[in-house]
């Protein structure tokens, strides 16, 4: 089993900057790849970012290139989203997922473990 736990959601503005982080436990997280998802109000969730567990792969939606940048840190099973030039349509619950194996998913359905979220709200 592996257990998530998202933080550094908040307010900010429009332009602004915010660095969520993604906390594993129950196995080391080396051997898991991990994924960043939205959901936005009246809208279903979204893929944002995945990362292989080798750190070596990455992918990125199209909305959040050049924008976000994913990042992980095996010693300390911790996956980071740092958000840059934030947008209002960038206002969401932020999840985080988790699935063994090297191959970082796109799709929510191939993830086993989520975090319970944490809200982004960017104001304009």
């Known amino acids: 089993q592996v257990q998530l736990v998202e933080s550094g959601g908040g307010l900010v503005q429009a332009g602004g900057s915010l660095r969520l982080s993604c906390a594993a436990s129950g196995r080391p997280s080396s051997t898991y790849a991990m994924g960043w998802f939205r959901q936005a109000p009246g809208k279903e969730r979204e893929f944002v970012v995945a990362i292989s567990a080798t750190g070596d792969t990455t992918y990125y939606a199209e909305s959040v290139k050049g924008r976000f940048t994913i990042s992980r840190d095996n010693a300390k099973n911790t996956v980071y989203l740092q958000m840059s030039s934030l947008k209002p349509d960038d206002t969401a619950v932020y999840y985080c997922?988790?699935?063994?194996?090297?191959?970082?998913?796109?799709?929510?359905?191939?993830?086993?473990?989520w975090g319970q979220g944490t809200q982004v709200t960017v104001s304009s």
């Open positions: 997922a988790a699935r063994w194996g090297n191959q970082p998913p796109r799709y929510s359905y191939e993830y086993s473990y």
